[in-house]
């Protein structure tokens, strides 16, 4: 018998990491003197995975990263501020948002730096994927983010059916 598990819904606020910094050293700087893209993004995933991990409740892995958008650079003495949060949650993944901001050490002039979406999916002991619970959005941009995320997975899902249609008909170029 196939049992469907119904799990109750969550609020943003359960699993969201809010103004988590890290400190820009010398050696996080490229030869530009501005922060390593890669640094940034390790971070991004790091806190992603806390938020996915808490709103599943167990182990969670980075399925996909989307739309990583480097809005401005983050420079020598900046502190780098993460925020992020479930969007949207569908049977056994979910879509994290992260924005990133780099703020001076003297607490001025912060500015948006990052934004991106990974999708992560939750898995149970025998690494097989499981159930998440839903998300019950609650503020006007909790519900905005929600549905933008469902737009996002359905262009992930179409352009994934389009790649292995043109690999099917054997198309080369």
Same mark, same amino acid.
């Given at each position: 018998m196939n049992q469907t598990?119904?799990?109750? @819904?969550?609020?943003?606020? $359960?699993? +969201? /990491?809010?103004e988590q910094v890290y400190m820009v050293f010398p050696n996080d700087l490229n030869a530009n003197d501005t922060?390593?893209?890669g640094l940034i993004? @390790?971070?991004?995933d790091r $806190?992603? +995975? /806390?938020?996915?991990?808490r709103h599943a409740g167990g182990v969670c892995v980075t399925a996909s990263v989307d739309a990583v958008h480097f809005v401005a650079p983050a420079r020598r003495g900046d502190v780098l501020i993460f925020n992020a949060a479930v969007?949207?949650?569908?049977?056994?993944?979910?879509?994290v948002g992260v924005k990133v901001d780099?703020?001076?050490?003297?607490?001025?002039?912060r500015r948006?730096?990052?934004?991106?979406?990974?999708?992560?999916?939750?898995l149970d002991s025998a690494g097989k994927p499981r159930p998440v619970a839903s998300l019950q959005p609650e503020t006007a941009d909790e519900k905005r983010r929600y549905e933008e995320a469902q737009l996002r997975r359905e262009n992930r899902l179409a352009h994934a059916e389009n790649i292995r249609t043109l690999r099917a008909s054997g198309s080369q170029s």
């Open positions: 598990i119904v799990l109750p @819904a969550r609020p943003v606020s $359960f699993s +969201a /990491v809010r922060v390593f893209g993004m @390790a971070q991004m $806190f992603a +995975a /806390v938020v996915a991990d969007n949207r949650a569908w049977t056994t993944s979910m879509e780099a703020q001076s050490y003297d607490g001025n002039n948006h730096i990052l934004s991106a979406y990974l999708t992560f999916v939750a």
